[in-house]
């Protein structure tokens, strides 16, 4: 059984910036895609940013790209997620996903291992 967690959420002020992670211990797959989603109140979950297993392709969504920065660890199977510059409009629960093979970022369903989630409140 594959147990994600994720960690790092918190309370911060306009501006501000936290720094998300997320371990799955018992995930040891050659080739996968790890990434971090978040739902809004009221809103659908989307996809924030995905890392391939290289470490080298990555996707942003666009409201977050040049202030939020995903990277991983392989040695410990850890996903990182550096948000910067935090807006209200980026309050959500944020949940680590992970899955085998190449996935669409943009298409939470294609994930199968889900975290619980950790709660991001950026007040104004």
């Known amino acids: 059984q594959v147990q994600v967690m994720e960690s790092g959420g918190g309370l911060v002020q306009l501006g501000g910036s936290l720094r998300l992670s997320c371990t799955a211990p018992?995930?040891?797959?050659?080739?996968?895609?790890m990434g971090w989603f978040r739902q809004g109140p009221g809103k659908e979950r989307e996809g924030v940013s995905c890392i391939g297993w290289s470490g080298t392709s990555t996707y942003y969504e666009d409201s977050v790209k040049g202030r939020f920065t995903i990277s991983s660890d392989k040695a410990t199977n850890t996903l990182y997620l550096q948000m910067n510059n935090l807006k209200p409009e980026d309050t959500a629960m944020y949940y680590c996903a992970e899955d085998l093979g190449d996935r669409r970022c943009a298409v939470p369903t294609d994930f199968e291992y889900w975290g619980l989630g950790t709660q991001v409140t950026v007040t104004s």
């Open positions: 018992t995930l040891n797959f050659d080739d996968y895609t």
